[in-house]
């Protein structure tokens, strides 16, 4: 929900069950958006009327876009290797294909198959790395690496510099430059000779407008994150962006000066006028051709299955994925972050969504105030884990928690870790096939990543018998807990929201088990690592103070200190 400094409602929005947004109100205008079984957008409307209509093709590639505001079909078809062959466009009549208006041809490589020779009989000429160095509407490109850092554009030459984890830090045009401004991940100002611009986030660190020359702004977007308004704050229209499915800007409406001064377009990302490419932090992205100017780092293609072509955008699916760092396409949802009435609020877990994963993905309680007794309370969690859990590739369950304890209710309803998974020392075939318990059963399932931000939850001594070892036996991949107490720690600046987490020794546990009526502190290893019922390593991290980022890199790039 955003509103502006005179509590006018700019934007809201609301969620379906399996967490696509499925409604957005604007300014007075309802949005309302369609999914197809395998939760892929397939219509838009506004205040009712149809605005948009899209098609799959057998491998989930947007094979037809229906745009009835401008009357167009546009028809995309693919090779053999993932390449846009050719983009069709069409004039629609009452619903009906009339005749064919435009048509956009793509030429390959022949002996490196994704790469683009021409394109509409423009050709394009590459380094040894597969960088353009002549490209389209004869801009020419220069290189340090796989870093863009010139250009030269109908003479005008442009200059490109970045930090030390390759975030662009400033711009030269012609002598005209704009420094850049980040914290973390996020840009928070761009700063030039003449003007200051200063990004604003709300309380969900999601970007939500802009200050400009002491002028407030804000963004209305659709269902994808696409920047599609930007109002005043009094609520007015300033000008409007459409784009195609591929983020090509169709038309630009209203004040042309501010929509040209506002960058942030198509899914979020960064727009740059010059070059007319969206800047996605490790590399361009060209909307116009539906690829990536250069190819993607080969390593990536070794570590994911659908990346088989290292400069398609999206996997040819640019209306359901997105990718704002340029090398890994993800789902607009693909996280669910668990927690319960314990803590604070569904704003600071999705705060943590929004760092971790650049989305505002779905928030699942483990409890929703849907009464019942003890038992119910805690088969409603397995139910979750045996119907839902295996859709995402991360589970984060932000509770509390002891060594044989995670809490799915306050303080009143638990799971301990025999009933997550019986017995340790049951082998796999007993564990799945067990029964006898008044508890359903957690089946095992194909889940990545799991992280337990609950205290003691992966304590080490007893490594073997504790929740994460429990959690372990029923999933196919990882499990990240703390040995010791877990500190979250929540912390806003002006311009967003983050979290830090630490796993500290843990006095008050060990006073708790009586074993130490002084209050000694217990031995804490941090932040350990499991793997089907047993401890496989210690994350090569701190202890305390650190990100969230920073464990699931851990997990991701298996970057721990294996145990003897």
Sequence with gaps: MVKNDEGILI???????DGKITRIYENGINKQYCYDNNGRLIKNLRDGIIVNEYEYDKLGRVYKEYDYENDRLYEYL???YGNLEEKNSYLLTENEIDNLIDKDEY???KEWGNLLQTYNGQEITYDKMGNPLKYLNDVQFTWNGRELVGADVDG???EYSYDENGYRVSKNIAGKITEYVYEGSD?????????????????Y???????YDDNKYYYGKNAMGDVTDIYDNYGNIICSYKYDAWGNVVTITGDLELAEINHIRYRGYYYDNETRLYYLISRYYDSEVGRFVNSDDIKMMLYSETCYNLYSYCNNDPINKKDSQGDDATDIRDVVVIHTDAYDSDREIKNLCKVLFDTMDKVYRLYLDLGGD???????FIDFWNTEAAYYDYIIINTHGTEQRIFVHNMTSWLTAEQIAYHPNMTKDQVLYSSGSRYDEMEVIPLKYLILLSCNVG?????????????????TGLVLASDGTVNVDFSTDFWRNYYKVSSLADEEWVRIEGENPLGKRNTNEGWLIYYWSRLIGKASIGKKDVSITSLVNCLQNSNYISFK
């Design 107 to 109: 030429l390959y490589n």
């Design 78 to 80: 693919y090779d053999n």
């Design 11 to 17: 934007d809201s929005e609301r969620e379906n069950a």
């Design 156 to 158: 005008i030459k442009i």
């Design 187 to 203: 840009i928070i100002a761009e700063i030039t000779e003449e003007h200051v611009l200063v990004y604003v986030y709300d309380a």
């Design 374 to 380: 003890y038992i119910s309370k805690i088969n409603h």
């Design 205 to 211: 660190a999601d970007l939500i407008g802009f200050i």
């Design 459 to 475: 304590h080490y001594r007893n490594k073997t018998d504790n929740v994460a070892a429990a959690f372990s036996r029923k999933m």
